[in-house]
């Protein structure tokens, strides 16, 4: 999901990792940890995002409408964040943008905040 803070210079990406690449990632990386762990890792994250970045410029996105940070999100156990079943998505599978933003905000602050300190 792509999301944009009223007032900020740019977008972020909240992403639903495929937890069998994140793991391959952190065996390449040499890096342990739960999938919950892994997906604030900012190695593993860096490496995430590095591989979206060359996706948008392959994509032919304009600059502004690339993402400049990034957030891997995973419920507390693990599992995808967004279904029905948990009020995140609709029926549809559309997202309820407003709901995620609130329940994801510290994830959304710190994406951000890796934004402003260089990139993750």
Same mark, same amino acid.
């Given at each position: 999901?792509?999301?944009? %803070?009223? @007032?900020?210079?740019?977008? #972020?990406?909240?992403?639903?990792?495929?937890?069998?690449?994140?793991?391959?990632?952190?065996?390449?990386?040499?890096?342990? @940890?739960?999938?919950?762990?892994?997906?604030?890792?900012?190695?593993?994250?860096?490496?995430?995002?590095?591989?979206?970045?060359?996706?948008?410029?392959?994509?032919?996105?304009?600059?502004?409408?690339?993402?400049?940070?990034?957030?891997?999100?995973?419920?507390?156990?693990? /599992?995808?964040?967004?279904?029905?079943? /948990?009020?995140?998505?609709?029926?549809?599978?559309?997202?309820?943008?407003?709901?995620?933003?609130?329940?994801?905000?510290?994830?959304?602050? %710190?994406?951000?905040?890796? #934004?402003?300190? @260089? @990139?993750?």
């Amino acid at each position: 999901m792509i999301y944009g %803070r009223t @007032g900020a210079p740019s977008v #972020i990406a909240l992403v639903d990792p495929m937890p069998e690449a994140i793991t391959a990632l952190a065996k390449e990386t040499g890096t342990s @940890g739960s999938l919950v762990d892994l997906c604030k890792n900012p190695a593993i994250v860096k490496s995430v995002f590095d591989d979206i970045k060359s996706w948008c410029k392959k994509g032919g996105l304009k600059p502004f409408e690339m993402p400049t940070g990034l957030a891997l999100i995973v419920d507390s156990e693990g /599992n995808p964040p967004w279904t029905p079943e /948990n009020g995140y998505l609709t029926s549809t599978l559309k997202h309820k943008r407003p709901i995620i933003a609130k329940a994801f905000a510290a994830d959304i602050d %710190r994406a951000y905040g890796e #934004i402003q300190l @260089g @990139g993750v």
